[in-house]
């Protein structure tokens, strides 16, 4: 896991709006630049990566995102479906599904 998951609550909250709000300001701060100069609409192709690393971390605390493990994420999971993003190799994905399976078959016993 993240060191990032390993400091307190509270702290996480803190930066993870912090991270938020940067990336706000920046999206902002790029479409004022791109009213006077349209070629700075390019730096959006720079920003997406930027954005999507600081927003995850409020994305992972308010349970949008749930990682099952370091490249295997589930946007949105709930009893019913998990919707899951990765980078990984086939057999890791045959294997990610199996726990997967084991795990929706534990919840319905119960």
């Excluded at 300001?25 to 920003?47: C, K, Q, R, S, V």
């Excluded at 927003?55 to 749930?66: D, V």
């Excluded at 997967?100 to 016993?109: A, D």
């Amino acid at each position: 896991m993240n060191d990032f998951y390993k400091q307190p609550k509270l702290l996480q909250w803190i930066e993870a709006i912090f991270l938020l709000v940067l990336g706000f300001y920046l999206g902002i701060l790029i479409i004022e630049m791109t009213y006077n100069h349209p070629l700075f609409g390019l730096l959006f192709l720079i920003y997406l990566p930027i954005v999507q690393f600081s927003f995850t971390p409020i994305f992972a605390l308010s349970g949008i995102y749930k990682y099952y493990s370091p490249m295997l994420l589930g946007y949105m999971p709930n009893n019913v479906q998990i919707d899951l993003h990765s980078g990984l190799a086939k057999e890791e994905w045959r294997a990610s599904q199996k726990q997967l399976c084991k795990l929706q078959h534990s919840k319905s016993e119960t």
